[in-house]
């Protein structure tokens, strides 16, 4: 079973700056990542997937990097905002498709 | 995209009663459904693999005997927690795999138990 460790727990930063969030997992035999985004309260929303073969994954500000070898995975958002406070998860797979998740990294961004 | 919707969003309940959370995939077919617990600011745990036409799979630790799971059709997934106690409230979340093997995570439901 994978191990997931999200670095740091919580994060406050004032609007405008860039925010690198860091996710690492134990077996590196992955064949995906996901990063979530959850509000607090609410389910799940899917961010980004990266693939194996991928080495990132862009959507507007954000950005997620993979490196398998290393077991790591960061999420860049850029030019942050009020509205992207909220928890970011990342996740890997394991056995049959189950999810390992990170316990998370609380994002607090300051009007 | 895929999407998953459970119900109810939040129940309470008397201690001793028992509670059916259902999960939804409502554009697309799902043979494999996943059922996650999270506890106040911690992550999501993974209870169970709910699989269509067959037995769930717990994890450790989980009983099956009190979280009882059911795969009826491709679109439904039932977990019912039978004589809830207090140390049952928990946010319950469920996730489908789709066709691409990408997980859809439906909306969750707040179980308070009295």
């Known amino acids: 079973k994978q191990e997931v460790t999200q670095i740091p727990a919580a994060l406050s930063v004032p609007e405008g700056e860039n925010l690198v969030l860091n996710c690492s997992f134990t077996d590196s035999a992955i064949y995906n990542l996901q990063w979530f985004r959850q509000d607090p309260g609410k389910g799940l929303t899917s961010l980004l997937l990266i693939q194996s073969s991928q080495r990132e994954q862009t959507s507007g500000r954000l950005n997620a990097s993979l490196d398998k070898s290393s077991g790591r995975s960061t999420l860049y958002i850029a030019a942050s905002q009020p509205g992207d406070s909220a928890t970011y998860l990342c996740a890997v797979p394991w056995g049959d498709y189950k999810l390992s998740f990170g316990a998370g990294t609380t994002v607090t961004v300051r009007a | 995209g895929a999407v998953v919707s459970q119900h109810p969003s939040r129940v309470i309940c008397k201690s001793g009663t028992s509670v059916k959370i259902e999960c939804r995939s409502l554009d697309f077919q799902a043979t494999t459904m996943f059922w996650y617990r999270q506890f106040p600011k911690q992550s999501l745990m993974l209870m169970a693999t709910?699989?269509?036409?067959?037995?769930?799979?717990?994890e450790q630790g989980v009983e099956k005997d009190k979280f009882l799971i059911n795969h009826a059709s491709l679109t439904l997934s039932t977990l019912t927690v039978t004589s809830a106690h207090p140390e049952d409230s928990s946010f319950y979340i469920c996730?489908?795999?789709?066709?691409?093997?990408?997980?859809?995570f439906g909306p969750g439901t707040r179980l308070t138990v009295l």
């Open positions: 709910s699989n269509e036409g067959s037995k769930a799979t717990y």
């Open positions: 996730s489908a795999r789709d066709n691409l093997d990408v997980s859809s």
